[in-house]
């Protein structure tokens, strides 16, 4: 079993930070691609920052230049330093990651998601 489980999330005025983090564990082989997405209230889930195994990242253009998705490959975990919030930021945040489970080498990587964390910012 692999399991992602998230922590940071919280209420915080406009113009604050909040940093998440995330931690894989469980039946690991290897791990790929490392991802936060949000949903907000009466929206689709999207995209906020994508990291490589190599560290090559990726932002939703609403996000760039006050967040910052980092990895740390040795401890299975990914983090995402949120700065400058805004009203529009409220959303429950999820942390995905492409693994392949042990025993599963020769298959491609499966999908697997975070239970979500709360983030709530306040005027």
């Known amino acids: 079993q692999v399991q992602l489980v998230e922590s940071g999330g919280g209420l915080v005025q406009a113009g604050g930070s909040l940093r998440l983090s995330c931690a894989a564990s469980?039946?690991?082989?290897?791990?790929?691609?490392m991802g936060w997405y949000r949903q907000a209230p009466g929206k689709q889930r999207e995209l906020v920052a994508l990291i490589t195994t190599g560290g090559r990242s990726n932002y939703a253009g609403s996000v760039k230049g006050r967040f910052t998705i980092s990895r740390d490959n040795a401890k299975n975990t990914v983090s995402l330093q949120m700065n400058s919030l805004e009203n529009e930021d409220t959303a429950v945040y999820y942390c995905n990651a492409e693994i392949t489970a042990l025993g599963r080498q020769f298959f491609n990587p499966q999908s697997y998601w975070g239970q979500g964390t709360q983030v709530t910012v306040s005027s």
């Open positions: 469980g039946s690991i082989f290897s791990i790929h691609d």
